[in-house]
């Protein structure tokens, strides 16, 4: 493959130029009807061709080769490209950006990454990704519910948000701030709790301020020698489960960090809502995942950019192994039918390149279609937008994107992005 994460300048300027342009706040008008040589059924691979979509507002009112055309409606001919849903990540940090994650939460105030946080937001949109699950400000506490709201208004550009506030961590932990001048007191990157009855208080904090659900980091740090993987836990099975009861009581669920065992193992049977990440799940775990249709969020993309950008040869090299190891791992989780949901933990490499994570799942084992099951029908589900997202079909949200060639055969393709339409509105076109 050509290289992964090369940005053509071109790419970029026509971004940041449409991003400006008075279209992008523009109302869908009452009927649109897309033309393309081919349309994708994401839930069966069938292609139709021509494909076409009659858009009603901001939902789909009939999809077919040849929808019946009103009299008034627009008609956009995109020609030889394909549509398909809007794509959606179910893993991402708009609050980060390239770059050493300590250095950004300490030196930029939460203004600073709120504002890049609006800019994450339009790059990912402009890549055809109408909707997101942001996993944790890192340490910018609940403006990501600010930025979801500013996106629900209309007011600013992005993706579809499901938000979590602050992730929550253990005093030493993951996101605990480690390796800093103590003497500074260096605030951690998480809200911080020790014990069932803190995190359902930290619970409660996080979505009084606005949280769709929460982000709980179940282990950390990794380490990997001799091809043998380890990762201690961070809360029990039994505080996880209060975690669990405490979201549920409000109609919310969990998420969690958790890279293997026994740490993944406690978060399935406490009941999450996925594991992300995922290096490393016994037998056991995946056996409950699949029967209770808990989701891994696999997250390759993340570690391919790590790897290809260490500090040190020795960092590149530790990437790479554990690269190796979660390869292997997955094909594992792909033979015990786990349920697979889209995340690339976007915001360490650029926002708006995510779709390489389509592509390494495919290299990992998955089908063309499957992949794209991942970051449609799949993660629409486990972001509980399964009714109105992750398909083209009447009544389901007008979210809709175009792609060159058919990328049954090559998935690459859903890194060319041509077309987004997102609620009906037309958000980039050729």
């Given at each position: 493959?050509?290289?992964?994460?090369?940005?053509?300048?071109?790419?970029?300027?026509?971004?940041?130029?449409?991003?400006?342009?008075?279209?992008?706040?523009?109302?869908?008008?009452?009927?649109?009807?897309?033309?393309?040589?081919?349309?994708?059924?994401?839930?069966?691979?069938?292609?139709?061709?021509?494909?076409?979509?009659?858009?009603?507002?901001?939902?789909?009112?009939?999809?077919?080769?040849?929808?019946?055309?009103?009299?008034?409606?627009?008609?956009?001919?995109?020609?030889?490209?394909?549509?398909?849903?809007?794509?959606?990540?179910?893993?991402?940090?708009?609050?980060?950006?390239?770059?050493?994650?300590?250095?950004?939460?300490?030196?930029?105030?939460?203004?600073?990454?709120?504002?890049?946080?609006?800019?994450?937001?339009?790059?990912?949109?402009?890549?055809?990704?109408?909707?997101?699950?942001?996993?944790?400000?890192?340490?910018?506490?609940?403006?990501?519910?600010?930025?979801?709201?500013?996106?629900?208004?209309?007011?600013?550009?992005?993706?579809?948000?499901?938000?979590?506030?602050?992730?929550?961590?253990?005093?030493?932990?993951?996101?605990?701030?480690?390796?800093?001048?103590?003497?500074?007191?260096?605030?951690?990157?998480?809200?911080?709790?020790?014990?069932?009855?803190?995190?359902?208080?930290?619970?409660?904090?996080?979505?009084?301020?606005?949280?769709?659900?929460?982000?709980?980091?179940?282990?950390?740090?990794?380490?990997?020698?001799?091809?043998?993987?380890?990762?201690?836990?961070?809360?029990?099975?039994?505080?996880?489960?209060?975690?669990?009861?405490?979201?549920?009581?409000?109609?919310?669920?969990?998420?969690?960090?958790?890279?293997?065992?026994?740490?993944?193992?406690?978060a399935v049977r406490a009941g999450v809502a996925s594991i992300d990440h995922g290096y490393q799940l016994d037998a056991a775990t995946m056996k409950?995942?699949?029967?209770?249709?808990i989701f891994v969020v696999p997250t390759f993309a993340v570690l391919e950019y790590f790897a290809a950008h260490a500090a040190t040869p020795q960092?590149?090299?530790?990437?790479?192994?554990?690269?190796?190891?979660?390869?292997?791992?997955?094909?594992?989780?792909?033979?015990?039918?786990?349920?697979?949901?889209?995340?690339?933990?976007?915001?360490?490499?650029?926002?708006?390149?995510?779709?390489?994570?389509?592509?390494?799942?495919?290299?990992?084992?998955?089908?063309?279609?499957?992949?794209?099951?991942?970051?449609?029908?799949?993660?629409?589900?486990?972001?509980?937008?399964?009714?109105?997202?992750?398909?083209?079909?009447?009544?389901?949200?007008?979210?809709?994107?175009?792609?060159?060639?058919?990328?049954?055969?090559?998935?690459?393709?859903?890194?060319?992005?041509?077309?987004?339409?997102?609620?009906?509105?037309?958000?980039?076109?050729?």
């Open positions: 493959m050509t290289a992964a994460w090369n940005i053509p300048r071109a790419f970029a300027l026509s971004a940041f130029a449409l991003a400006a342009a008075p279209s992008l706040a523009q109302h869908a008008p009452d009927e649109v009807v897309l033309h393309a040589a081919r349309l994708l059924d994401v839930t069966d691979g069938k292609m139709l061709s021509p494909g076409e979509v009659l858009v009603r507002g901001e939902r789909i009112a009939a999809v077919a080769a040849k929808v019946e055309r009103p009299a008034d409606a627009r008609v956009i001919d995109l020609g030889d490209t394909t549509l398909l849903p809007g794509l959606i990540d179910a893993h991402v940090h708009l609050f980060l950006h390239p770059g050493g994650e300590a250095e950004q939460t300490f030196n930029e105030s939460v203004a600073e990454r709120t504002i890049r946080a609006t800019l994450a937001a339009r790059d990912d949109l402009l890549a055809g990704f109408t909707a997101e699950r942001d996993m944790g400000t890192e340490g910018a506490g609940a403006a990501d519910s600010a930025v979801r709201d500013a996106i629900e208004r209309g007011a600013i550009p992005g993706p579809r948000l499901r938000v979590s506030g602050n992730a929550i961590d253990i005093l030493g932990g993951h996101e605990d701030a480690i390796g800093l001048n103590p003497e500074q007191n260096a605030l951690p990157n998480a809200t911080q709790a020790n014990s069932a009855e803190q995190l359902v208080t930290a619970l409660r904090g996080q979505f009084k301020l606005g949280a769709d659900f929460i982000k709980i980091y179940e282990t950390g740090k990794d380490r990997i020698a001799g091809g043998v993987f380890s990762t201690p836990y961070q809360f029990s099975e039994e505080e996880l489960g209060a975690a669990v009861r405490e979201a549920a009581r409000i109609g919310r669920r969990v998420a969690v960090h958790a890279t293997g065992e026994p740490g993944a193992g406690f409950l995942m699949r029967e209770k249709g960092a590149a090299e530790r990437y790479r192994a554990i690269q190796a190891y979660h390869a292997a791992q997955f094909r594992l989780q792909l033979a015990a039918h786990v349920p697979v949901a889209l995340g690339s933990d976007v915001g360490p490499f650029p926002h708006g390149t995510q779709a390489r994570e389509f592509e390494l799942l495919v290299d990992n084992g998955m089908t063309p279609l499957a992949a794209i099951q991942a970051g449609t029908t799949n993660a629409a589900k486990l972001l509980a937008w399964e009714h109105d997202l992750g398909r083209l079909a009447p009544g389901y949200y007008a979210d809709i994107v175009a792609v060159p060639d058919d990328p049954l055969q090559d998935v690459g393709v859903l890194r060319q992005v041509l077309f987004v339409m997102k609620g009906g509105a037309v958000v980039r076109q050729p």
